[in-house]
């Protein structure tokens, strides 16, 4: 991946996915494991875990209210509308992060 050798990680990293039917099919697996990377254990269809997946959702539901009606559009308003999300919307989703993770211990889940 591009983004993991321009952060220069070289082996101290884990790459994480939410284990969506994509992401654990064979042809997948086998392209990571030809990588020899680390892949966290994550809960299947747990993606809400990860605050990212917050952002795309608030990000998805803005632009579509846009109602864009062709790709440049769409991404001008992508663009835009991730420029409005507040930095106190991402310091949340950081700070409850940890209480989530352990709810999803507690319940075995």
């Given at each position: ?24 099919s064979k042809?997948?697996k086998a ?49 835009e509308e ?28």
């Amino acid at each position: 991946m591009r983004s993991v050798d321009k952060l220069n990680l070289v082996d101290h990293w884990i790459f994480q996915q939410n284990n969506d039917p994509k992401h654990t099919s064979k042809s997948t697996k086998a392209w990571l494991g030809k990588r020899c990377w680390s892949v966290l254990e994550w809960p299947s269809q747990s993606p809400d875990l990860n605050p990212i997946e917050n952002l795309w959702w608030d990000l998805k539901k803005a632009v579509a209210a846009r109602k864009p009606s062709n790709i440049t559009e769409l991404e001008a308003f992508a663009r835009e509308e991730w420029a409005k999300i507040p930095l106190e919307r991402c310091k949340k989703l950081v700070s409850t992060y940890r209480k989530h993770l352990l709810e999803v211990i507690k319940t075995k889940g």
